[in-house]
């Protein structure tokens, strides 16, 4: 019998993995409200300070600081200032009535807040406050200063970038054209919610749950998603199903059947369409992991366990495509936090454990780590990443990888 390969460590694997990912070739105009999730595929170079001109952070007055020495001091209204209307050159010796937003006026220097004022029943106002130069000012170009690229390409567009190009008057960005997905499950065993009421169920079917979170992940990641649904156990099926997902998409995404089993059809199906470069990584939950090229097309196979092939998607699927997309951040930021629990049964694999940050800012472990626990990813909010070999002790800080950036 030929022996094994050794299982690939992670972080080799998903090296080998990105450099197979090089930018899809293509990109497209979108409308800046529809570019959330998108990558951007262009420099945002600002025509325009922002803010335009000075402006109030404050209801109030503007002022020239100098002529304000000594609380009390009354000065007449010249003017009144509110957001979007011109102002005039503030007249020396008065205050103009300004509002949050609004123009400061040549000549002012300052704005006293409405709270440290009282108006006068001849229309003058007292300054309650000596002000300080500048204060309640934003200046012009505080935020952006014109000819500044306020967003790169290889950027990930999220709700605030949105505002920051609209900011700037970009109503449409040229993003990466959206990677083309086949989805499919492969498994006699599985069943789609809605066909099958739970008391009718045959002996060891079960309901196909891999379908729909993966599904909403390629989504998430921008991905035109074509669902091929589920494959039988049968080699011919495997290879047609396939073969008709290698037509005109960018990658293949398969669950089940990439471990060692009779029934396990899809690496030898890969291997007489194309190639299998990587599989098996010696990672827990997520051993049987597969990648390589049937056709044109990119293929990745997902372990069947829900809980293996949710975590291997975040962790090897999700950077891939990105990376497709062009772009530059893709590596998810982990932070060290204090583990209130005992870990003694330390794994040769690299395992990563479903957590949650309780009260006291330290991390709860679920109490069932088996790889067919979904409700483990539900409950938790992040993935705890531990070294093949590595045990914790109660108070250990360990490398915690947020869920929330890893579902963005």
């Not at 679920?366 to 002790?393: E, H, M, R």
Request: glycine letters at 10%; hydrophobic letters at 40%; aromatic letters at 6%.
């Amino acid at each position: 019998m030929t022996p094994r390969p050794p299982l690939r460590p992670l972080d080799d694997a998903l090296a080998a993995l990105l450099a197979h990912a090089q930018p899809l070739a293509g990109t497209e105009t979108v409308s800046s409200f529809e570019a959330d999730g998108r990558v951007l595929a262009e420099d945002l170079v600002s025509a325009l300070q922002v803010p335009p001109q000075d402006n109030s952070s404050m209801d109030g007055y503007a002022v020239r600081s100098a002529e304000i020495a000594d609380e009390g001091v009354p000065l007449p209204v010249s003017q009144r200032i509110p957001a979007g209307a011109a102002a005039q050159p503030l007249q020396p010796g008065t205050a103009a009535r300004i509002f949050t937003g609004a123009t400061v006026p040549q000549g002012a220097d300052a704005i006293v807040m409405q709270e440290d004022t009282e108006p006068l029943d001849d229309g003058r106002v007292r300054i309650l406050r000596v002000p300080s130069r500048g204060q309640w000012i934003r200046a012009s170009g505080e935020d952006i200063t014109r000819g500044s690229t306020v967003l790169a390409r290889g950027d990930r567009i999220g709700p605030a970038a949105q505002g920051l190009a609209a900011s700037i008057g970009r109503d449409k960005l040229q993003v990466a054209r959206r990677p083309r997905v086949a989805l499919f499950s492969t498994g006699d065993e599985l069943v789609m919610p809605g066909t099958v009421a739970p008391e009718a169920m045959r002996p060891g079917a079960i309901y196909n749950s891999n379908r729909f979170f993966l599904r909403s992940l390629l989504q998430r990641l921008g991905c035109e998603v074509r669902d091929l649904g589920i494959v039988p156990d049968q080699r011919e099926a495997t290879v047609l199903a396939l073969r008709e997902a290698s037509r005109d998409n960018d990658l293949i995404l398969t669950s089940g059947g990439v471990s060692v089993g009779e029934e396990d059809h899809i690496k030898p199906a890969v291997q007489q369409l194309g190639s299998l470069d990587l599989w098996q990584i010696s990672m827990k939950p997520g051993k049987p992991f597969a990648y390589g090229r049937v056709a044109d097309a990119h293929f990745i196979g997902l372990p069947g366990n829900p809980v293996s092939s949710f975590v291997t998607f975040l962790l090897l699927v999700r950077p891939f495509l990105l990376k497709l997309q062009g772009a530059t951040q893709i590596a998810p930021t982990a932070v060290r936090l204090p583990a209130h629990f005992d870990w003694p049964r330390a794994d040769k694999r690299r395992e990563f454990l479903r957590a949650r940050r309780n009260a006291e800012g330290g991390l709860e472990l679920f109490p069932n780590q088996s790889s067919g626990v979904l409700t483990s990813t539900v409950w938790a909010d992040g993935l705890i990443d531990v070294a093949g070999g590595q045990s914790i002790a109660r108070g250990d800080l360990v490398r915690f990888l947020p869920l929330a950036e890893l579902l963005a």
